[in-house]
């Protein structure tokens, strides 16, 4: 009797480790209906699969689009104007921007369609249909493939599957590897390349609070800015012409001006990048252990170097503001990942749904001979990959925040193109890649870089190997870093950007004659061959081997869990994730609201502040609580969070209600929940959003854009 009892205890048990919880998940919107749409709907949303994702009439999907490639951007009025972040739309507003027109500082309107500014380079995708192609890409794959045999067979498959596709002329595909390789699907995709900016709001309003109050709630960004996509005569993808005419959508969101409130329906919609959700318990360890420390260590060191050239040089401050925020988000980011994984006990709750799998497994036969070894094989992969990974980590992160290599890595890509025939096309890349480098370059900031990361490098490669060229400089320097880096910086004349640029354009023979002969590329050259003899080559093969492995564990996750519902890692395709709104407990005896308000702007405001200024206009707005149609009950909402389960590259998706009205726009997550993208935690994990009503308000009360707000459909989902 006990026995039976314990029996049933561990089946509960397990029934609860392995259900998919109702918040977790990036979905793809062709399986809603087959997946999610019963749970959807009993959680609140009032539509059905079929808005979401349909291939035979305009639905929901045909208003999202891939921003750029780099963030999510969605359709809301029938002539083709797309609203995403601040941050997504930044590079466009900062290109814009001048001393007299100061677009970052000031903000931007176009008055009519006449005043809408093309952005070269910048393009939406809209994706016309998702097909699963996994048995034409597999066929002929089998498991006694080396790693690469199996590849090659997929790619040519891939080729021929991408040809034989049947599109519009004006159409493009593309083929992704889901679940680590187990599945393929088939992505047909429209693709406009005329996209104009419409407006954003000042810094002040669509980045307030800057890097303090990144990935943190409680939040009062109103991160948002506004593109139109432009069309040719036909309605189709055209390059930019002065001709082009605003785009007529197949589906654009209405605007539900009524909100949400706690536990409401949300749905999320876009493009999320990258999560490794399905990862054995040793990697998680690694990177809470690991890789995530190193990171940030190293991180803490250049973020403190370049802090201290912006607060005292005006010029430094504009020219690192972008590099800092870069730097800074991640860095923010892993801290909170590093928080959220060891407070929800991440490893301890994958090695007991290791061992229940393990249980499970030697149960039946079958799988005890395919799989039976599984786990042991992976947890001795991730002990030989600790070392290696983490001189990856400081090997990356040194090297990326060193301007110099990277100047010099530019140059080796010229000096590789030597004599090919594309070496004019090299040329013209790396001259501009160069010039927009040292537009945003201080050599003093460099060379202070340059001492406090190879110090960090130097004293790391104590445990490994240290390059001949670097123990020189390093003995004739007194091992004294400042020292060494101003020996290297007086050495160099590649960090001068006139001297450089000059020779680029009189005569690259020379250039490269002096960079083949310079100091710095001596350093660098023998840094990089020390990478790889005595990481990379080793680092791979194991990688190699780990990615064979996962993929296995994937498909045997599947054939053991069967009772789960399993959704592919996010890899910047479209998806579906949904949730309740809800506010949370951050730490003991703390709970979080789930709404913000202008009145939380006011608290925060600090004159004059680099982060918590306030437009003097949104001061009298809020003083004579002058909201217009977008206040609530006499306040101005803001922002709020859900449990919807997002990651980067969701940036500017929109957030719907249970009618598929817009509600708000995605741009973050909750500090505490940021591990999202390694164990999603109910508890914990919130995406952020802004109000739309707030958005509108910016557009409406504050920039006096209002026509804007006339293209658009507003509607009253909750006054029946
Ligand atoms: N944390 C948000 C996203 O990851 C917003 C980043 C932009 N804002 C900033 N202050 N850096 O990526
Ligand atoms: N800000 C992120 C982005 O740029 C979204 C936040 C997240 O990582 O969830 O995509």
Redesign the pocket.
């Given at each position: 009797m006990i026995k039976y009892l314990k029996h049933l205890l561990v089946g509960f048990c397990l029934l609860i480790i392995t259900m998919a919880r109702a918040d977790e998940g990036m979905w793809l919107p062709q399986l809603l209906a087959q997946l999610n749409e019963k749970q959807m709907k009993s959680m609140g949303m009032k539509i059905s699969a079929s808005d979401i994702y349909n291939i035979n009439k305009g639905s929901l999907k045909d208003a999202i689009v891939s921003f750029g490639g780099f963030c999510t951007g969605e359709v809301i009025s029938s002539k083709g104007l797309v609203l995403t972040n601040h941050?997504c739309g930044f590079d466009a507003i900062q290109n814009h921007s001048t001393l007299d027109n100061n677009y970052i500082r000031d903000g931007f309107w176009a008055r009519n369609n006449g005043e809408e500014i093309p952005n070269k380079g910048l393009f939406v995708t809209f994706i016309v249909r998702i097909d699963d192609v996994s048995k034409k890409v597999l066929a002929g794959v089998n498991g006694s493939m080396s790693e690469s045999e199996r590849q090659s067979t997929i790619d040519k498959n891939i080729a021929a599957l991408r040809k034989e596709t049947k599109q519009e002329n004006y159409q493009d595909n593309f083929v992704r590897a889901f679940f680590e390789g187990n599945q393929y699907f088939l992505f047909v995709t429209e693709t406009y390349r005329d996209i104009r900016l419409v407006g954003a709001p000042p810094s002040s309003v669509g980045?307030f609070g800057?890097?303090s109050d990144?990935?943190m709630w409680p939040r009062h960004t109103g991160d948002f800015s506004m593109f139109r996509i432009y069309a040719g005569k036909d309605n189709k993808p055209a390059e930019y012409s002065a001709d082009n005419i605003p785009y007529t959508p197949k589906k654009s969101l209405s605007i539900s001006l009524d909100g949400v409130a706690e536990n409401d329906f949300t749905m999320v919609f876009g493009f999320p990048g990258r999560t490794m959700q399905y990862l054995h318990s040793s990697a998680v360890d690694q990177t809470v252990r690991v890789n995530d420390p190193i990171k940030i260590a190293i991180r803490d060191k250049a973020l403190a170097v370049i802090d201290a050239y912006m607060r005292k040089d005006e010029t430094i401050k504009i020219q690192y503001a972008s590099k800092y925020?870069g730097i800074?988000?991640s860095w923010k980011?892993w801290q909170g990942e590093v928080l959220g994984l060891t407070k929800t006990d991440a490893v301890g709750k994958k090695k007991a749904y290791e061992a229940t799998f393990q249980k499970r497994v030697n149960a039946n036969p079958e799988w005890k001979n395919k799989y039976g070894s599984l786990l042991a094989d992976i947890q001795s992969a991730y002990d030989e990959l600790e070392p290696l990974g983490r001189s990856r980590d400081v090997f990356n992160e040194v090297f990326s925040k060193i301007e110099l290599f990277t100047i010099i890595g530019q140059l080796n890509t010229l000096a590789s193109a030597q004599g090919k025939n594309n070496y004019d096309a090299t040329l013209k890349r790396v001259k501009e890649r160069l010039e927009d480098l040292y537009k945003e370059y201080n050599a003093e900031v460099d060379e202070k870089l340059f001492a406090a990361l190879m110090e960090m490098f130097y004293e790391d490669q104590q445990r490994g190997m240290i390059p001949e060229t670097l123990a020189d400089i390093v003995k004739k320097g007194d091992n004294d870093f400042s020292k060494i880096a101003k020996q290297v910086y007086d050495n160099t004349s590649l960090d001068n950007g006139e001297k450089t640029l000059a020779a680029v354009d009189k005569d690259t023979k020379e250039l490269l004659e002096n960079y083949r002969k310079d100091k710095a590329t001596e350093l660098y050259a023998a840094l990089v061959t020390n990478y790889s003899d005595n990481v990379s080559k080793k680092l791979n093969e194991v990688q190699n081997r780990i990615n064979q492995l996962q993929r296995t564990y994937m498909q045997a996750q599947m054939d053991v869990f069967k009772e789960k519902t399993f959704y592919p890692d996010a890899n910047s395709t479209l998806r579906v994730t949904y949730g309740n709104v809800k506010g949370y407990n951050p730490r003991d005896a703390v709970k979080y609201d789930y709404y913000t308000y202008l009145d939380g702007i006011m608290e925060k405001y600090k004159p004059g502040d680099y982060e918590f200024d306030v437009p003097e206009k949104i001061r009298t707005l809020y003083k004579n609580k002058d909201f217009g149609q977008y206040g609530k009950n006499g306040k101005m909402p803001v922002c709020f969070i859900a449990m919807n389960h997002t990651t980067?590259g969701n940036?500017g998706s929109p957030a719907l209600d249970a009618y598929g009205n817009l509600v708000g726009l995605n741009?973050?997550r909750a500090w505490e929940g940021t591990m999202s993208d390694i164990n999603y935690d109910p508890s914990i994990c919130r995406n952020i959003m802004v109000d739309i009503r707030y958005v509108l308000f910016i557009v409406d009360k504050y920039a006096g854009a209002g026509h804007l707000v006339k293209e658009m459909k507003l509607v009253h989902p909750k006054r029946k």
């Open positions: 941050h980045n800057k890097d990144n990935w925020a800074s988000n980011k980067g940036s741009f973050d």
